[in-house]
């Protein structure tokens, strides 16, 4: 019989270590690569990601119900792009709520939500704890399909909500791994759970900054974001970690959602890299795939070095009077 990986739902096999899937023998419950991940922090083993379409065209013809998971430093077109392409019922789960700041509205956000991206579901804020958990478990009871997919971009939560629901439940299933590297997930993972089946799901990629394995860290979010201001003059230039650059210019202010770990300077002379410009409104904010954002307070053009165009992305901020007229 075909055995799965309990961590990350991938085929177990005995005969490639280099292949994914690999274990000693066949009673492991855990693939060589989840084992390091869990026990080492072995983050060297970065999984393949999968194809976003597959993924949505195989869930679109099932008979299912969709919880479509995005963290809050996410919310951007082509992350919303592929929830929209989700044809069966579905809710919609900003996750990560803990690293907002508390003075960020929730009421506002999901005004914002509704007017700019047109949301007519549910929207849920979850967060990695049994309150949310029980928030997703009491709306599982009015769920009639018996599908149900957790869905979304990777690295989002999902495996950990599973896990956190499992937990409610006091189920005696070993955990589904959960980590900060990309695509933990591998396969679909069901779990049986009130009569349902719960399908954990290969995160959608998308085209994150790969950062050098020695800043990984250091970029990661793991607690309350302090955002941090910059008021720029034209021709400013600020320098993140000597990653990325952003020159603006006309005078504006910046505003970093991320890690506050990181290093940012005011610097003078242009780097010699490649650049892009974009044209920002006034109360945007400008979104790093995978690392955070800027909140731009003031009309611009910015330039950036150091990015690709497609790292980026420009959305009306929900922090911001643009917009939001409430
Ligand atoms: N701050 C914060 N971190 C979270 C929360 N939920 C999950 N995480 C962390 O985010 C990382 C990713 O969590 P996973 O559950 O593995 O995410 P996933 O969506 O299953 O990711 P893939 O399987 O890679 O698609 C882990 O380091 C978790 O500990 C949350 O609510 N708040
Ligand atoms: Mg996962």
Same mark, same amino acid.
């Given at each position: 019989m075909n055995k799965h990986c309990l961590g990350c739902g991938v085929l177990l096999q005995t005969t490639n270590e280099k292949d994914p899937g690999y274990v000693k023998n066949l009673s492991m419950a855990y693939c060589m690569r989840c084992f390091r991940l869990k026990h080492y922090h072995d983050v060297a083993s970065f999984a393949m990601p999968k194809d976003n379409e597959k993924i949505i065209f195989e869930v679109n013809k099932k008979q299912s119900y969709v919880f479509f998971f995005v963290d809050v430093l996410h919310l951007e077109p082509s992350i919303m792009k592929l929830y929209q392409k989700i044809t069966a019922p579905k809710t919609l789960v900003i996750s990560k709520v803990d690293i907002l700041p508390?003075?960020?509205?929730?009421?506002?956000?999901?005004?914002?939500?509704?007017?700019?991206?047109?949301?007519?579901?549910?929207?849920?804020?979850?967060k990695k704890n049994a309150t949310s958990a029980k928030k997703i478990l009491n709306s599982l009871k009015n769920i009639s399909v018996p599908n149900i997919y957790f869905l979304g971009i990777t690295n989002?939560?999902?495996?950990?909500? $599973?896990?956190?629901?499992?937990?409610?439940?006091n189920s005696s299933r070993v955990a589904i791994?959960?980590?900060? $590297?990309?695509?933990?997930?591998?396969?679909? $993972?069901?779990?049986?759970?009130?009569?349902?089946?719960?399908?954990?799901?290969?995160?959608?990629?998308?085209?994150?900054?790969?950062?050098?394995?020695?800043?990984?860290?250091?970029?990661?979010?793991?607690k309350e974001i302090k955002p941090k201001t910059y008021f720029l003059k034209p021709e400013s230039i600020l320098n993140i970690e000597n990653i990325f650059f952003l020159k603006v210019n006309n005078k504006t202010s910046l505003t970093w959602f991320g890690s506050d770990k990181i290093k940012i300077q005011k610097i003078y002379q242009e780097p010699k890299t490649n650049?892009?410009?974009?044209?920002?409104?006034?109360?945007?904010?400008?979104? $790093?795939?995978g690392l955070g954002f800027f909140y731009v307070k003031d009309a611009c053009t910015l330039t950036i070095f150091g990015l690709k165009s497609e790292n980026v992305s420009v959305v009306a901020s929900f922090l911001g009077s643009r917009d939001n007229n409430e």
């Open positions: 508390k003075s960020i509205s929730l009421v506002k956000l999901k005004t914002w939500l509704n007017k700019t991206w047109a949301i007519k579901e549910d929207i849920f804020f979850v989002s939560g999902k495996s950990s909500m $599973i896990n956190e629901l499992l937990a409610l439940e791994l959960e980590s900060e $590297i990309p695509n933990t997930t591998q396969d679909y $993972i069901k779990v049986s759970l009130q009569n349902k089946n719960l399908f954990d799901s290969v995160g959608f990629s998308y085209p994150y900054v790969v950062l050098p394995p020695s800043l990984y860290q250091k970029f990661l979010v793991k650049s892009l410009f974009l044209n920002v409104s006034s109360e945007s904010n400008v979104i $790093i795939k």
